[in-house]
């Protein structure tokens, strides 16, 4: 089974530029997830969808941060304009069932390195 | 508001002995947690997971414990290998949360042969 896919994986900015990364979830997968990672802190959730539906995005910030998941499969994350902040590792992941379930664990890509200069 | 907290950033073990990483937890409506392991230029993968109704899960040399009075979890890893240096994270979910996944801040194991 293929995993996660994720492209680019290593990208460099220069601040106030707009940077798009895109995610490929596991075949069949329905939610899946964008996750921030600063250097030294654990991966932080930014956006879940649910098949091509919005499920939380309580933690995007909306005025930089834009994501969509068309037909339910791939999906894409985008900042516009960057900020020196923005440098991170930003991670997708994908999970079988929608719903809280004790057993359906997240799987994760490798993750895009966005570098903001 | 760190609700997960992984409070030691390293941890030095020596091959064939036991590893034991640690997790602390705010949030007393999280009920299930899992243990990531993360190698270099890699995303997380899963390695072990509890439901807050158990204080106990085994797999092969792993083993988590889950104590709920004092918030706390703790990975045990029985015989250490080589193999196992990587970040671990500590991560929760609520079921009044969804899916959602709040990690800890990772500890980097390192097991010298």
């Known amino acids: 089974e293929a995993g996660v896919a994720q492209s680019p994986r290593y990208k460099i900015i220069e601040k106030r530029q707009s940077v798009a990364f895109w995610c490929n979830p596991i075949?069949?997968?329905?939610?899946l997830y964008w996750y921030q990672q600063i250097l030294g802190q654990g991966p932080k959730l930014l956006i879940q969808?649910?098949?091509?539906?919005?499920?939380?995005d309580s933690q995007l910030p909306k005025d930089r941060f834009s994501a969509e998941r068309l037909k339910g499969v791939d999906s894409t994350l985008k900042i516009q304009p960057a900020k020196l902040e923005d440098s991170a590792v930003y991670l997708c992941?994908?999970?079988?069932?929608?719903?809280?379930?004790?057993?359906?664990?997240?799987?994760f890509g490798p993750g895009t390195r966005l570098t903001v200069l | 508001d760190q609700q997960v907290k992984q409070n030691s950033p390293s941890l030095s073990v020596q091959e064939g002995r036991i590893s034991i990483l640690n997790c602390d937890y705010t949030n007393s409506m999280f009920d299930y947690f899992l243990w990531y392991k993360k190698y270099p230029a890699e995303g997380p993968t899963f390695l072990i997971s509890i439901s807050s109704i158990k204080d106990k899960n085994e797999d092969g040399r792993f083993t988590v414990f889950l104590n709920k009075s004092a918030k706390h979890l703790s990975l045990h890893i029985v015989p250490s290998q080589p193999g196992d240096s990587a970040v671990y994270f500590c991560?929760?979910?609520?079921?009044?949360?969804?899916?959602?996944?709040?990690f800890g801040e990772g500890t980097q194991l390192t097991v010298n042969p």
């Open positions: 992941a994908s999970r079988y069932s929608w719903g809280y379930s004790s057993y359906n664990e997240q799987f």
């Open positions: 991560a929760a979910s609520a079921e009044t949360s969804g899916s959602r996944l709040t």
């Open positions: 075949s069949g997968h329905a939610t």
């Open positions: 969808f649910q098949n091509n539906g919005v499920v939380d």
